[in-house]
């Protein structure tokens, strides 16, 4: 027994305290450098981020998503083999998607709407979501409800030094990029408003598959294409009078291609490449016109032109294979969060809809959008 025990504390114990004593001073160096450093703190990391501009009042807006489709997780590798990755021509433009392209993703993806069986909501990939609004200059009254609402949800971007308004919206999102950049890492940003309804599951799924794809793929001496993935207009007429005017636009006679504000997605670089330039970049009236803009001479840019986003000023007509939907009343949003496909909120002006195209990367913008989607 005392042989036993003479080996035992020779053999394990003066080790294992050795061991211990060797922690414990590495622990007291390590947090001695760490104090005396002037690292920040590491980022809080996500594989989505998803900024939801929303304004002051319109908490009903707020709980519907958070309700809805902010609970949808992904259910991984179910889109991989059809996941298109941009090749780099011996001139170093990226090559975007051709029409056939286009229009054979689009048919995949109703082939596998058809077959799909379930969604698996357990999938462990962080998101996190932000909804931002400014607060500056509002009532005593409406500053309380703010609080208390961020109190219970944690998931307020209260922008102090910002008056919320139509003219304020590039401003806002530039701060809430750069509250973003500053205090996050992630591979994605979703922009969209408060009446925007997401498949998040399908969304995520894409997004899982595309970034997996992409990372196997060697660009060589070009950059690792960053996404910018939404529905895209070209030859949007510049607006001259209303909420949207524009007095500083004077870059061609229509704006440049850029996506439709209701939602996109916008890859990390292009993100920290706002942040990094926005003392230097124009602020048009239009957020998603100033996005369109600031990433037109960029030549690293996947623009995914996609018809499953239906992100205009009004919905076009209803679609089961649409991903995001805009223009969704919070009502609406649960029936679509119960299983509905798509919402035909108002089917009288069916003739005033937004076209549903392709667009054609290869021609001048004033041809982009000719090719109609048929159904
Ligand atoms: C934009 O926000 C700034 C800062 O809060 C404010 O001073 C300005 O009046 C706002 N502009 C408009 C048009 O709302
Ligand atoms: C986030 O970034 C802002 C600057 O954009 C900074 O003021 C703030 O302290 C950061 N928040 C956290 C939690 O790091
Ligand atoms: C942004 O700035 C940081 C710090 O200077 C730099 O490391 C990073 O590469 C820049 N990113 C882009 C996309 O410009």
């Not at 899982?208 to 939404?230: I, Q, R, T």
Request: with cysteine.
């Amino acid at each position: 027994m005392n042989i036993l025990y003479r080996v035992l504390s020779t053999r394990f114990l003066i080790p294992l305290l050795t061991f211990s004593i060797g922690c414990f001073l590495t622990n007291v160096f390590t947090n001695f450098s760490c104090s005396i450093d002037t690292e920040p703190p590491p980022k809080t990391e996500c594989f989505l981020f998803i900024l939801i501009l929303s304004a002051p009042d319109n908490i009903e807006s707020r709980n519907a998503i958070r309700e809805t489709w902010l609970n949808l997780r992904p259910h991984h590798s179910t889109f991989s083999h059809h996941m298109h990755i941009p090749t780099y021509d011996e001139k170093g433009f990226l090559r975007q998607e051709s029409i056939e392209e286009q229009a054979n993703s689009l048919e995949v993806y109703k082939m596998w709407l058809k077959a799909r069986h379930f969604v698996d909501k357990s999938s462990s990939t962080k998101i996190i979501h932000k909804f931002a609004v400014g607060t500056e200059g509002l009532s005593r009254y409406q500053h309380g409800l703010l609080l208390t609402e961020s109190k219970s949800h944690n998931d307020l971007l209260l922008l102090d030094n910002l008056q919320d308004s139509y003219r304020n919206l590039t401003k806002k999102l530039v701060l809430s990029l750069k509250f973003v950049s500053d205090n996050l890492s992630f591979r994605y940003l979703l922009k969209c408003d408060d009446d925007t309804y997401v498949k998040l599951d399908i969304m995520t799924a894409y997004l899982l598959a595309y970034h997996e794809k992409l990372s196997s793929v060697n660009f060589a001496s070009n950059p690792a294409p960053d996404l910018y993935w939404g529905y895209f207009n070209g030859k949007a007429n510049i607006k001259t009078s209303g909420q949207w005017k524009e007095t500083n636009f004077n870059l061609c006679s229509k704006y440049l291609p850029y996506a439709l504000g209701g939602g996109y997605v916008i890859s990390e670089g292009l993100v920290r490449y706002v942040n990094n330039n926005s003392d230097r970049l124009s602020l048009y009236a239009s957020e998603d016109i100033s996005v369109g803009i600031w990433f037109a001479s960029l030549r690293n840019v996947f623009r995914k032109h996609d018809c499953r986003f239906d992100t205009a000023y009004m919905a076009r007509v209803c679609k089961d294979y649409y991903i995001v939907l805009h223009k969704i009343k919070a009502e609406n949003m649960k029936s679509l969060y119960a299983g509905n496909e798509c919402i035909e909120e108002n089917t009288e002006n069916n003739d005033k809809r937004p076209l549903e195209y392709f667009y054609n990367w290869k021609a001048t913008s004033m041809q982009c959008c000719d090719t109609l989607v048929n159904w």
